[in-house]
């Protein structure tokens, strides 16, 4: 009995010991079964849903919780993406062309901006394109109006500024596209913009037209700086010409009078001493003679130093003397 009972003890002991490991083996099997696990990667947020209802937000790494069936992880990309829209629109000037931007954008990354964005909009990237493509059309055609064509294609800067403004700034009573749509707009910009023939015409036409005007006008600036280069040169001719001329006036000033103080020295001199007086004119009539010229003397001058020099070549023609006037008898 004794025997049996042991052998009955141990074989309930294995039976319990079996059942364990079944149990475990069971809950090991349920809790992998029903496990979440999900690897959310950087530009990436793992939104936790259970039973339909948002539990929280996943930052970049690795999610993992065991006995969780009834709990899903939506991904959302929440990294920088473009997109590009062609359309065709009318300007302010009743003018119809195609014009292509690209918007840069993203998601906000903030749990609450995200649980909305689930809520209303969706996870999936598809889910957001449809309406910001739509709100990106509007915006192009109503800054479209706001321009003229060419004012669309010279300032292409203040277009892409004006559908930013569309796109970011909220209406009375009304939340912005962006703010709707739970995103941020980074950038905006005017990629091209196509017109038709004629007008392209019409614009290299007046390309050409203000290439030509441009041109005049440097010619006439030209012109206008040369006339002030030679106006500045003849003025600084002018100016040199000037003061050259009083150069000589105040020289030839200066030299007549130091000649006429010789002169009067000389007067002076010759009023004091008239025997050296007579001497010097008849130096004079010497030099005179020198130069072999016919001179008219005066029949009053003393000839003896010309009587001196009668062999030279030289002719001295003396007019005959006047005749003594007789004195008058006085009349008793």
Not at 122 to 144: C, F, H, T, W
Not at 146 to 171: C, N, P, V, Y
Not at 271 to 283: A, D, G, H
């Given at each position: 009995?004794?025997?049996q009972?042991?052998?009955?003890r ?7 010991l079996?059942?364990i490991a079944?149990l ?5 099997g349920?809790?992998?079964?029903t496990?979440?696990?999900?690897q959310?990667n950087?530009g990436?947020r ?12 996943q930052?970049p790494g ?8 009834f ?6 990309n929440v990294r ?5 829209i ?7 000037d009743?003018?119809l062309y195609d ?6 954008y ?6 609450d901006?995200?649980r909305a964005s ?10 957001l394109?449809?309406p910001?493509?739509?709100y990106i ?5 109503s ?9 669309a ?5 203040g277009?892409?500024?004006r ?11 009304r ?5 709707q749509l739970?995103i941020q ?10 017109v038709?023939e004629e007008?392209?015409?019409?614009l290299?036409e007046?390309?050409n037209?203000?290439v030509?005007?441009?041109?005049e ?5 030209q012109i206008?700086?040369?006339?002030a280069n ?8 002018a ?6 001329e ?6 030839a000033?200066?030299?007549?009078n ?10 002076r001199?010759w009023r004091?001493?008239p025997?050296?007086?007579?001497l ?8 005179m ?6 001179w008219?003397?005066?029949p009053n001058?003393?000839l003896?130093l010309l009587?001196?020099r009668?062999?030279e070549t030289t002719a001295?023609?003396?007019p ?12 008793p």
């Amino acid at each position: 009995m004794t025997t049996q009972q042991g052998r009955a003890r141990g074989s309930r002991a294995w039976t319990g010991l079996i059942g364990i490991a079944v149990l475990i083996v069971v809950v090991v099997g349920l809790g992998l079964s029903t496990m979440k696990f999900a690897q959310v990667n950087e530009g990436e947020r793992g939104i936790i849903v259970t039973q339909g209802r948002v539990e929280g937000v996943q930052e970049p790494g690795i999610f993992f919780r065991p006995f969780a069936p009834f709990t899903t992880i939506e991904v959302v990309n929440v990294r920088r993406q473009t997109r590009t829209i062609s359309q065709n629109v009318a300007s302010s000037d009743k003018q119809l062309y195609d014009i292509d931007i690209q918007v840069d954008y993203s998601r906000l990354t903030s749990p609450d901006a995200l649980r909305a964005s689930y809520g209303e909009i969706g996870v999936r990237d598809e889910q957001l394109i449809e309406p910001l493509d739509g709100y990106i059309n509007d915006a192009l055609k109503s800054a479209s109006t706001q321009f003229t064509l060419d004012q669309a294609l010279s300032d292409r800067g203040g277009f892409a500024a004006r559908i930013r403004q569309f796109l970011t700034t909220s209406e009375a009573g009304r939340r912005s596209p962006s703010e709707q749509l739970y995103i941020q707009i980074y950038d905006v910009k005017v990629l091209d913009i196509k017109v038709g023939e004629e007008y392209a015409r019409l614009l290299a036409e007046k390309a050409n037209l203000e290439v030509q005007i441009e041109t005049e006008q440097k010619r006439r600036e030209q012109i206008e700086a040369q006339q002030a280069n030679n106006l500045f040169q003849a003025e600084q001719e002018a100016q040199v010409a000037l003061t050259r001329e009083r150069g000589k006036t105040a020289a030839a000033l200066e030299a007549a009078n130091r000649e006429a103080q010789v002169r009067a020295i000389e007067g002076r001199y010759w009023r004091e001493n008239p025997e050296l007086f007579e001497l010097r004119k008849r130096e004079l009539m010497v030099q005179m003679l020198d130069n072999g010229n016919i001179w008219f003397i005066d029949p009053n001058t003393d000839l003896t130093l010309l009587l001196n020099r009668m062999g030279e070549t030289t002719a001295v023609v003396t007019p005959p003397a006047q005749p003594e006037a007789q004195p008058s008898t006085p009349t008793p």
